[in-house]
């Protein structure tokens, strides 16, 4: 079993930047890759970031290149995403997706807001 907890949404103005945190707990040895999707309203969930547990490899949605950066802390068996000059369009509900070997594991979820 593995559970994943996430943090760091909430409300913030157009070029700000927020940092959004996804915890680990349970089996994380079969952990791979751990990655960030987001959901706006009337829209389908779609991948914003992905981060190899083991080498670091990363990638990212075209819309976010540049802007948000996924990151890993091994020890803390937390991974990061770092968002900046956030955009009205970037409004979603965020979701932490632990890659696994078995089945794969999704947080509930940080609602993001960029409003001015």
């Known amino acids: 079993q593995v559970q994943l907890v996430e943090s760091g949404g909430g409300l913030v103005q157009p070029g700000g930047s927020l940092r959004l945190s996804c915890g680990a707990s349970?089996?994380?040895?079969?952990?791979?890759?751990m990655g960030w999707y987001r959901q706006a309203p009337g829209k389908q969930r779609e991948l914003v970031a992905t981060i190899s547990t083991t080498t670091g490899t990363t990638n990212y949605a075209d819309s976010v290149k540049g802007r948000f950066t996924i990151s890993r802390d091994t020890a803390k068996n937390t991974a990061y995403l770092q968002m900046n000059s956030l955009k009205p369009e970037d409004t979603a509900v965020y979701y932490c997706k632990a890659f696994r070997n078995g089945y794969d594991v999704w947080g509930q979820g940080t609602q993001v807001t960029v409003s001015s």
């Open positions: 349970g089996s994380i040895s079969s952990i791979y890759r």
